[in-house]
T-cell receptor, first 114, second 112 residues
Framework: KAGVTQTPRYLIKTRGQQVTLSCSPI?????VSWYQQTPGQGLQFLFE???????NKGNFPGRFSGRQFSNSRSEMNVSTLELGDSALYLC?????????????FGPGTRLTVL | DQQVKQNSPSLSVQEGRISILNCDYT??????FLWYKKYPAEGPTFLIS?????DKNEDGRFTVFLNKSAKHLSLHIVPSQPGDSAVYFC???????????FGTGTRLTIIP
């Protein structure tokens, strides 16, 4: 089975712009979660989508949004980019949305905001 | 508020010896714990998990121990191999709120 894929792998934007990141889960997986990884902060949960519905949301401002399509692919959008948004954005998919459903991560999208 | 803490940013261990990575948590609602391993330029890979009803789970060279009263878990790797050099994250989740809360990671270096 193909793993989780994320596009693009690298992105450079300037402050004030917006960006859209894409995630394709493992075939058959219905849950997609997004995380932000920054040095010293570890991975911080952004949100989770299951069957096109947002199930959980982390403590991020409303500039961060996402959606999931009927084929389980997910996109994450960040508007009005700030320097502090520079990070590795990771997407993870799991079969379902249960506590014991193992999350499989993609390689991430490295976003640099100048 | 860091609910999952990995207080050692780095650890170096001789090849063949035991590696012990530690993790503390503050949220008593957490009842499922996981360890992930991350190589550079790759996403984290699931390693091993433990439910709060157990105090130990073993998978080959990897064993996770959970001490609920101390709100502490540890990952033991025996024997350590060069390929184990990576960043290790512990994570926790609670029933009804399945999002994963991660620690900040420990960089493990195995010295040949």
């Amino acid at each position: 089975k193909a793993g989780v894929t994320q596009t693009p792998r690298y992105l450079i934007k300037t402050r004030g712009q917006q960006v859209t990141l894409s995630c394709s889960p493992i075939s058959g997986h219905r849950s997609v979660s997004w995380y932000q990884q920054t040095p010293g902060q570890g991975l911080q949960f952004l949100f989770e989508y299951f069957s096109e519905t947002q199930r959980n949301k982390g403590n991020f401002p409303g500039r961060f949004s996402g959606r999931q399509f009927s084929n389980s692919r997910s996109e994450m959008n960040v508007s009005t980019l700030e320097l502090g948004d520079s990070a590795l954005y990771l997407c993870a998919s799991s079969l379902n949305s249960g506590i014991t459903d193992t999350q499989y991560f993609g390689p991430g999208t490295r976003l640099t905001v100048l | 508020d860091q609910q999952v803490k990995q207080n050692s940013p780095s650890l170096s261990v001789q090849e063949g010896r035991i590696s012990i990575l530690n993790c503390d948590y503050t949220n008593s609602m957490f009842d499922y714990f996981l360890w992930y391993k991350k190589y550079p330029a790759e996403g984290p890979t699931f390693l091993i998990s433990i439910s709060s009803i157990k105090d130990k789970n073993e998978d080959g060279r990897f064993t996770v121990f959970l001490n609920k009263s101390a709100k502490h878990l540890s990952l033991h790797i025996v024997p350590s191999q060069p390929g184990d050099s990576a960043v290790y994250f512990c994570a926790a989740s609670a029933l009804g709120n399945e999002k994963l809360t991660f620690g900040t990671g420990t960089r493990l270096t195995i010295i040949p």
